[in-house]
């Protein structure tokens, strides 16, 4: 009885060690997914010289995939510069706990 009592701690450990193993690798994806969005942006944003048009899509782009997209344009007309901000949300899968993260960045 024993041996049964202690390959089921074995087991249940094993359990959470792999369940916490893979909650940290699709948090990663989803970070890297979301840097990687971000980069995209900010790259598209400099290439337009900062159109209206481009940053819409942008963001309707963003909601599409779940994020949350702010570009703040400010300057001159010749000397426009850009705070490129990018939210989204974790879930931690059986906990419920929620985080939010935001990647900022600027374009020039």
């Known amino acids: 009885m024993k ?3 202690e390959h089921f701690i074995t087991f249940l450990l094993l ?3 792999i369940w916490i193993g893979i909650a940290y690798i699709i948090q990663n994806v989803l970070y890297s997914s979301a840097r990687e969005f971000h ?3 900010v790259t598209q944003v400099e290439n337009s010289y900062f159109d209206a048009d481009v940053i819409e899509d942008c963001e309707k782009r963003a909601e599409k995939a779940g994020y949350e997209l702010k570009v703040q344009v400010y300057g ?3 000397k426009k ?3 490129i901000t990018l939210g ?3 879930v931690i ?3 419920g706990i929620v985080k ?4 900022e960045g600027y374009s020039r």
């Not at 939010?100 to 990647?103: L, V």
């Open 3 to 5: 041996m049964v009592i």
């Open 15 to 17: 359990l959470i060690f």
């Open 100 to 103: 939010k993260y935001e990647i």
């Open 39 to 41: 980069g995209s942006v």
């Open 81 to 83: 510069d850009a705070k």
């Open 76 to 78: 001159e007309e010749n």
């Open 88 to 90: 989204f949300r974790y």
């Open 93 to 95: 899968p059986l906990a």
